[in-house]
């Protein structure tokens, strides 16, 4: 498995911006399918973002599209997602997580991943 760190997180006023990271161990990060979900508490881990090992391909989920960018810099072992437009909603601890399997459609599947990192925490106050 590979260790993956996740840092940025904090709090931040609605309307506001952060920058998450997540920084991966290893020579063979730049093969890897990365994402990042979040879990708010009560509620079930959820999808945000993937991005593939060249970038070539990103997806969202429905409720960030046009507010969250994900990107990496495989030079840095590091997976971006910069979030802005934040919402109280979007309170949750984040996590980035390795993609070892799936189809090309299931990639909202946490099960499709491993090497969870231990989280950021990102409260958004209105």
């Known amino acids: 498995q590979v260790q993956l760190v996740e840092s940025g997180g904090g709090l931040v006023q609605a309307g506001g911006s952060l920058r998450l990271s997540c920084a991966a161990s290893?020579?063979?990060?730049?093969?890897?399918?990365m994402g990042w979900f979040r879990q708010a508490p009560g509620k079930e881990r959820e999808f945000v973002a993937l991005?593939?090992?060249?970038?070539?391909?990103?997806n969202y989920a429905d409720s960030v599209k046009g507010r969250f960018t994900i990107s990496r810099d495989n030079a840095k072992n590091t997976v971006y997602l910069q979030m802005n437009s934040l919402k109280p909603e979007d309170t949750a601890v984040y996590y980035c997580?390795?993609?070892?399997?799936?189809?090309?459609?299931?990639?909202?599947?946490?099960?499709?991943?491993?090497?969870w990192g231990q989280g950021t925490q990102v409260t958004v106050s209105s």
């Open positions: 997580a390795r993609r070892i399997y799936g189809g090309w459609d299931t990639y909202q599947n946490a099960n499709e991943y491993d090497s």
């Open positions: 991005i593939r090992w060249n970038g070539a391909t990103i």
């Open positions: 290893g020579r063979t990060f730049s093969t890897y399918t």
